[in-house]
């Protein structure tokens, strides 16, 4: 039985035969036509296909929940790092240039690595990608205690994979810093690509706070994205508000030590550092200053969620 679709869709087919074999000689148009009309009306793709996927979910499939999750935690977080510290290797070694970056590049490094990460790994594991938003989702009953220290594991570990990722991309400007830093290659100048280090005017309670606060904003937005009884938004648009929330944060707040906000974005790339060449300097810099970055978003992160619990979902 026909119906007004499949008329139009016949309809559409006709005349894209007739467009095709307009002005071919009579001898060739008959069989152009028939060629012509068999591709439009096949519902198969003609050419040759290749789909690897169905053979590799049957043999790599992963059946445990926990170990999907972990791994793409260990990957959004190897994403959001390897774009920030891109820009921030990038941002570094032209800044002796009249050329330099703006900072703003940094930020948006970070900020558009939050959005990938989140639209590639936020249906499996929720994509945190940073200890302080686990804690939170801790707190609120989302994920247990055993399931946050496991994937504060898998999030320092792809900080510290991407750092070593970042290093060998730039590898050869990391050697051709001999010439433009204080401190050649393993100079805490290049050391700052990878982790944060407090200016020279910061004093450790102006650390802390600034670490607080930055944590503190960051976990109230998640918290209210995420949460369905105050905004039904997308998928992709949490991950566009996510990504442009840390922008901000660096646009506002990156003057003091570099805003990282997140423990294992700070303190597995500064392990590699550790690791690498860089050596103790990595963490005695700054009057010890390694610790503010692990603890202050942290504590930013319970100031966050007590306030969003408190002064927004309790009322909802």
């Known amino acids: 039985m026909s119906t007004p679709q499949t008329e139009n869709q016949e309809t559409q087919n006709q005349t894209i035969v007739l467009e ?5 000689p009579e001898g060739e148009k008959q069989n152009e036509q028939e060629a012509v009309s068999a591709a ?6 003609t050419g040759l296909f290749i789909n690897i996927q169905p053979p590799l979910e049957k043999l790599f499939r992963l059946r445990n929940p926990l170990i999907r999750e972990l791994l793409a935690e260990y990957l959004g977080t190897f994403i959001l790092c390897f774009f920030g510290i891109s820009s921030l290797a990038q941002y570094t070694f032209n800044k002796p240039s009249p050329n330099s970056a703006s900072f703003l590049a940094v930020n948006l490094g970070f900020g558009i690595g939050v959005t990938a990460a ?18 939170a989702m801790f707190l609120t009953g989302r994920i247990s205690l ?4 496991l994937y504060v594991v898998a999030q320092v570990l792809g900080a510290l994979k991407a750092a070593a ?4 991309v ?12 204080r401190g050649g290659v393993y100079g805490l100048e290049t050391a ?20 607080i606060m930055g944590t503190w904003i960051l976990v109230v937005v998640v918290l209210a994205v995420t949460d369905k009884r105050n905004v039904e938004l997308p998928h992709a648009s949490v991950a566009v508000v996510l990504g442009l929330t840390v922008t901000v944060i660096g646009a506002s707040l990156a003057y003091n030590c570099g805003y990282a906000i997140n423990p294992a974005r700070d303190f597995g790339p500064r392990l590699f550092t550790f690791i690498w060449g860089w050596g103790s300097q990595v963490f005695t810099a700054g009057h010890y200053f390694f610790w503010i970055p692990i603890v202050a978003p942290l504590i930013g992160s319970v100031l966050g969620t007590l306030s969003y619990l408190l002064l927004i979902s309790n009322h909802l």
């Open 192 to 211: 700052g690509i990878f982790a944060t280090y407090p200016g020279d005017h910061l004093s450790i309670l102006g650390g802390l706070f600034d670490q």
């Open 20 to 24: 095709k074999t307009a002005f071919l």
């Open 165 to 168: 990722v970042v290093y060998f």
């Open 40 to 45: 439009a009306t096949s519902d198969k793709p």
């Open 170 to 181: 730039y590898y050869d400007a990391f050697h051709d810093a001999l010439k433009t830093f």
């Open 118 to 135: 989140v639209l590639v790994v936020g249906k499996v594991s929720g994509c945190h990608i940073n200890p302080a938003v686990s804690l």
């Open 146 to 149: 055993v399931k946050l220290g």
